[in-house]
Each structure stands twice: as structure tokens, then as C-alpha cells.
């Protein structure tokens, strides 16, 4: 019923940007949260970013002040704007949506794209 199609990845160096996005698409009227999750070798996948349907945001320490979510509602659309990366910050990044309402009439929950591999090395 919903896909959710990361792009945006690759390398950059140390210092660069990147802009990932994450399209859902499917039966869907409307998205409540939206959040970017990144899982590095031999660790646990962690929260990046989230933000609401009314655009609030939070993110997790690491990246505040580098890292910037939004989103589009009208294209389901949800955004990470990367700067000043650091090579800690290499791990593959997953979008998540957390309740969807579909044009069915009902919730769905928790889906989550592919990943896109982020590689931040010089």
C-alpha cells in the first residue's frame, strides 16, 4: 500500500554536503511523522531526525546544527540536508514513516525505504 524510494547518497569529503529525499508513494491521504534513521557497520540504527506533519522538528545531538529536515505534504516528500559532513556520519540512512492514513479509510504503520549509503571519507 506505501513505498517509501530514498535517493541522494554517494561520497563526499569531510566538510561537503548532501541533500538525500525520500518519496512515498502508494494509497495515501495523508503522512503524520516522517524521520530519517542511519545504521553504521556494527552498530544500531538511530534516530537522525524526525518532523511532524505541522513541521516540527527534532534531531539527535550529533547532528544539530549540520543537519536540516523538511518536508513537501503535497508530494509526500520528506528531505535531509547534510552539511559539514563528518566521516562519522558514514551509515546507510533510512526513511521511515510512521502512520500513514490511506485513501481506504484506515491507519498503516512503520514503513521504511531501502537505505542509501552515505560514505564521508577524503
Known amino acids: 500500500q506505501v513505498q517509501l524510494v530514498e535517493s541522494g547518497g554517494g561520497l563526499v569529503q569531510p566538510g561537503g554536503s548532501l541533500r538525500l529525499s525520500c518519496a512515498a508513494s502508494?494509497?495515501?491521504?495523508?503522512?503524520?511523522?516522517m524521520a530519517w534513521y542511519r545504521q553504521a557497520p556494527g552498530k544500531q540504527r538511530e534516530l537522525v531526525a524526525a518532523?511532524?506533519?505541522?513541521?516540527?522538528?527534532n534531531y539527535t545531538d550529533s547532528v544539530k546544527g549540520r543537519f536540516t529536515i523538511s518536508r513537501d505534504n503535497a508530494k509526500n516528500t520528506v528531505y535531509l540536508q547534510m552539511n559539514s559532513l563528518k566521516p562519522e556520519d558514514t551509515a546507510v540512512y533510512y526513511c521511515n514513516a510512521d502512520r500513514v492514513f490511506v485513501v481506504a479509510g484506515f491507519w498503516v504503520y512503520d514503513y521504511w525505504g531501502q537505505g542509501t549509503q552515505v560514505t564521508v571519507s577524503s
Open positions: 518532523i511532524t506533519s505541522g513541521g516540527n522538528t
Open positions: 502508494g494509497s495515501i491521504f495523508r503522512i503524520n511523522a
